[in-house]
């Protein structure tokens, strides 16, 4: 209280006490808050092409709209594998604009507003629209020209603005495609001009043949305790051959062990115990309705209301025995375990299916649609059409005729023929009218479903004939995951906090990897874009990998495999080294080093014994050397292939040595060869170098398919998304 008394009598100490704690606090979170500006390479940014910022938050929204765009397109969610991939690509699309519009800048190459004009709005439509709206059909510019208009006018709950920001996407990514295009095209001129000398060049690679004899003296005939070798003598060789380890950027290695997150026995009793203790009321359920209601209340896997008739699985069930198809109505097989999942499999129904139907249809498109009123008109006309044939029995041929927008199918009164049950194109939805539930002579609606998940009236369907031959049947599955309890995945957790209790020095973790090989993983080339390690989804590990020293032990860190709801592992890693851009330090890369050394060291040996031997022709090597000499027949240099892999270098010395001489030691990728040209075919002068020429054109395409790559290194990048990803 006296304290505070004084504070009363001297309000300007309050005043700088306060003062001094806000400073104090912002001090603080700009030294630990991940936005700080005080930290380099944070901030609110992704990173950086050339100084040229990508914000954090436009690199999200890209992300966001990409994933959106491809579970809307394929009607899937997508997994913690699949988003990984879909943050590296939209990163490496965002870097890939800027690096493509430095060389717009630079080279004056650009996708002028006439040219998109053309690409988007008239029939010469870039492929990408094309395909988009009118898939493998005509273009056809008025219904073209009406969508665009129509852009702002959003469907009936759809989500605003979802029309307008497709077409934006659309036509970003036609000018990104047509600028690389032409970029690529310039690319082409300036190598694809081939000189008669390469075409001439080519043309003797791919013509001139000989037939030669060779011995082979293979590395792996020198083990490699042979060759004595210190640090010392590796760290000269890596002097000497730095080019070869050079790194274009930072990566790192890990050591790691996984504990696998998996039910135990008990978890494993618990699970089929909730099963057996409803087992009698299964068996009681007399028809179909009464085994999807048990299903609906008890089961984890819904009731999947469709046939399953052999060769076409079930997809709830991938492994249905082909014994099912012949036990009787209210049969019950189980318990047994598929994908992590305890299942019985009840027949509920059967029936006799057609492996093919006959169908007539009257589609409905809404291409031509340019209002709400238009749009509403046509679904009232899908009405009126099915309770004319349906309720008043009207004539379907001649409906067809008048009202299908199918042109093929109209003329024939809508028959489109025998449709497969094995045609995978067909979705589950149409197949269960036309296979599973339809009736001959009865009328269906058909809805087709929109890419932004809405269903819309699409075809009034009719089936006019059947060929019943398969046997069918509905099964009723009463499952139960196969999942770790709270308690069992806490033990886990414990063993793993256990080991990293024990192992939490260098030395301890080398101890133990020496003692448990088998237990112990690497992965290298880890970089700061890294989101999967060694086909783990970590980028909680990579963001430790980065943050970490070398030489440390992580914290128990949860990842996940991709495999499902039993996939996840916790994981104790250990940072093994650090290879920083540039030449690296021995330590980094010492296995590397090592084996390149002593495949080095083996040559040198291999050839010795070559030389030193002093044959003076292929057969005399070989009986010197205990080998046997092989044939190379109508070699040529173009296919450098010899029965031990690729060997240009040996192919070359017995397509151009001079017939007769005993060529080598040659170094080879599998080996030390001694090489002796038989006979020797020149190929005559050529007198129209075309298909050289077009071969030359075409190697030197598929290198400039490498260019962009190439720009990317050229640009100085900067990826800091790390900074704001992996902290959980």
Known sequence: ????????????????????????????????????????????????????????????????????????????????????????????????????QRVSDKTGVTVSDDEMVSLTMT??????????????????????????????????????????????????????????????????????????????????????????????????????????YTDADLKEYLNKNAAKFKATEETRTIQYVAFNVVPSSVDSATALKSLTDKLEEFKKGATKSDDSLFVKLYSETPMYDLYSVKGQPNPQAPAIADSLYDLPVG????????????????????????????????????NNVKSEDEFKAKLALFDSLYTLMDSL??????????????????MKGGDIGWVKLADNQLDDYYKSIVFHNGQVGKVYKYYQRTENGQYIPSK??????????????????FTRQLAPSQETETGIYSDAMQFVQNNNTEDKWKKYAAEHPTMVKHAANITKESYDVDQLSARSLVKWVFDAKRGDISPVKSVDDGSGVNGRKYVV??????????????ESVKEQVKMAFLKEKKYELLAKKISDAKASNIDDLATKLGKQVQEAPNSIFANPNLPSGVEPAVVAAGVYSAQGKLSGPVRGNQGVYAVQKVTGVDPPAPTDLTRAVIMAQQMAMAKSRSIQEALRKEAKVKDYRLNFEGNN
């Open 331 to 366: 049969t019950v097989v189980g318990p047994y375990v598929e994908n992590g999942v305890y299942k019985f499999a009840k027949v509920s129904e059967k029936k006799m299916m057609s492996d093919s139907v006959r169908v007539r249809e009257i589609e409905f498109s809404y």
């Open 460 to 477: 009034l369907i009719e089936v006019t004939e059947t060929k019943p031959s398969l046997q069918g049947v509905k099964v009723a599955f």
């Open 573 to 586: 890693a250990y940072l093994e080294s650090v290879n920083g851009e540039g030449t690296p330090g021995l």
């Open 123 to 228: 029939e010469n439509l870039h492929p990408l629209i094309r395909q988009q709206i009118f898939g493998n059909g005509p273009v056809d510019v008025a219904s073209l020209n009406a969508l665009i208009k129509n852009l702002n006018v959003d469907d009936k709950g759809q989500e605003p603005g979802a029309k307008r920001k497709l077409w934006n996407n659309l036509v970003k990514q036609v000018k990104k495609s047509q600028l690389q295009s032409k970029y690529n095209t310039l690319i082409m001129k300036s190598i694809g001009n081939v000189p008669k000398w390469m075409a001439e060049e080519y043309y003797e690679e791919t013509n001139k043949t000989a037939d030669f004899r060779y011995v082979e003296l293979p590395y792996a005939e020198v083990n490699d305790n042979e060759i004595k």
């Open 1 to 100: 209280m006296a304290i505070i008394g004084e504070i009363r009598k001297r309000p300007g100490i309050l005043v700088g006490v306060i003062a001094l704690s806000i400073v104090l606090f912002l001090i603080g979170v700009a030294v630990n808050d991940q936005f700080s500006v005080l930290r380099p390479g944070r901030g609110t940014d992704a990173g950086s092409v050339d100084g040229q910022a990508i914000a954090y938050n436009d690199y999200t929204s890209e992300v966001a709209d990409n994933v959106k765009n491809v579970e809307a397109q394929n009607h899937i969610n997508l997994t913690d594998v699949q988003r990984n991939y879909m943050n590296q690509q939209t990163w490496n699309d965002m870097v890939n604009d800027i690096v493509m």
């Open 393 to 410: 029995h009207g004539d379907f041929a001649a409906l067809a005729a008048a009202n299908s927008d199918n042109p093929a199918a109209k």
